[in-house]
């Protein structure tokens, strides 16, 4: 989380570190949400929920920005130049999450569980080599 720059939020007593967490905790709803519906709706597929997901986190940007910082947030949501670098680690990411999938029909499901919690390291790993992010010993704890 970013926590040492100043607050542009445009609702009064908003921090960025508010509104960070907030965000994340609507991400995670949004997620759980979906794995549920399809837990309990058998007829969709796991990739339909998955891309489900993936555009209600887009979504959920998209309005977080305009919320925060109005028309001005939305354009650079969308901004390619802003996301367009980061593609190599989504495409990675979104393959580890596939072959977890795929791996569900044919390995034991700890052995499937343990995969799937060594997406978030390798996701860090692989854009601190990819992208030569940093990352504070808070945001690797977390």
Known sequence: LRTSRASACMV?????????????????????GSSTVAAIKGSYSREAVMLLAALVSLAMAVGFSAWKDGSKGVIRALNPKRWIPLLPISVL?????????????LLPALLVKILGQLKLPVTVLMSSLLL???????????
């Open 12 to 32: 009064p007593g908003c921090t960025a570190l508010a509104l960070e967490v907030g965000m994340v905790v609507a991400h995670i709803s949004s997620d759980v």
């Open 132 to 142: 030569k992010r940093q990352y504070s010993f808070l945001q690797l704890q977390s």
């Open 93 to 105: 990411f979104s393959l580890a999450t596939w072959c977890v999938l795929r791996a569900g029909a």
